[in-house]
């Protein structure tokens, strides 16, 4: 005998339908007759079956066929995606960004050219703050800095081409 055997509900609702070999039956009624509070679960399982036998069934509306595999076609179909706007929220804010950075470049990368004359404002108007400066022209005036907002610039321009594409790709692909 099978000292490993399990006798798990489902068993014993396979058995009380009839759905196990005839190996698996012997295990079951050899365990149902060593162990009492199997039986009384089988017990309990074969009454249930009972009582399901006694309701009344159902005769579903007319039609209900035909809106069950019309639904079922429904969602076998292809959805739409319903945010292709929002495939096209990236081009907007690429181009918006490259416009940007070529707005500023060029104040950037322009040499300090010498202002006109500002006009001098009497010194009892003028509040005696100091005020921290920094001397951005050495920076922005270097060979390093523009090589690198004009690499960022072609990157940009290459991200943006790339995800166009892919996104082309993509539409024309279907």
């Given at each position: 005998?099978?000292?490993?055997?399990?006798?798990?509900?489902?068993?014993?609702?396979?058995?009380?339908?009839?759905?196990?070999?005839?190996?698996?039956?012997?295990?079951?009624?050899?365990?149902?007759?060593?162990?009492?509070?199997?039986?009384?679960?089988?017990?309990?399982?074969?009454?249930?079956?009972?009582?399901?036998?006694?309701?009344?069934?159902?005769k579903?509306?007319?039609?209900?066929?035909?809106?069950?595999?019309?639904?079922?076609?429904?969602?076998?179909?292809?959805?739409?995606?319903?945010?292709?706007?929002?495939?096209?929220?990236?081009?907007?804010?690429?181009?918006?960004?490259?416009?940007?950075?070529?707005?500023?470049?060029?104040?950037?990368?322009?040499?300090?050219?010498?202002?006109?004359?500002?006009?001098?404002?009497?010194?009892?108007?003028?509040?005696?703050?100091?005020?921290?400066?920094?001397?951005?022209?050495g920076?922005?005036?270097?060979?390093?800095?523009?090589?690198?907002?004009?690499?960022?610039?072609?990157?940009?321009?290459?991200?943006?081409?790339?995800?166009?594409?892919?996104?082309?790709y993509?539409?024309?692909?279907?």
């Amino acid at each position: 005998m099978n000292h490993h055997f399990i006798l798990t509900d489902e068993i014993l609702w396979d058995y009380a339908d009839g759905f196990l070999s005839p190996e698996e039956k012997k295990q079951v009624e050899a365990r149902l007759k060593e162990h009492p509070d199997s039986q009384a679960r089988l017990d309990h399982i074969l009454m249930e079956k009972r009582s399901f036998a006694t309701f009344p069934l159902e005769k579903p509306e007319s039609g209900f066929t035909q809106q069950v595999m019309h639904a079922w076609t429904m969602e076998q179909k292809p959805v739409k995606n319903a945010s292709k706007v929002k495939h096209k929220d990236w081009i907007f804010w690429g181009a918006a960004g490259i416009l940007l950075m070529l707005l500023f470049t060029p104040f950037l990368l322009a040499p300090d050219a010498p202002a006109t004359e500002p006009v001098r404002i009497p010194e009892k108007f003028v509040p005696q703050i100091t005020v921290p400066s920094y001397d951005w022209t050495g920076l922005l005036n270097s060979n390093l800095t523009q090589f690198l907002l004009l690499i960022t610039l072609a990157l940009l321009g290459l991200k943006l081409l790339d995800k166009y594409l892919q996104v082309r790709y993509l539409h024309t692909a279907r």
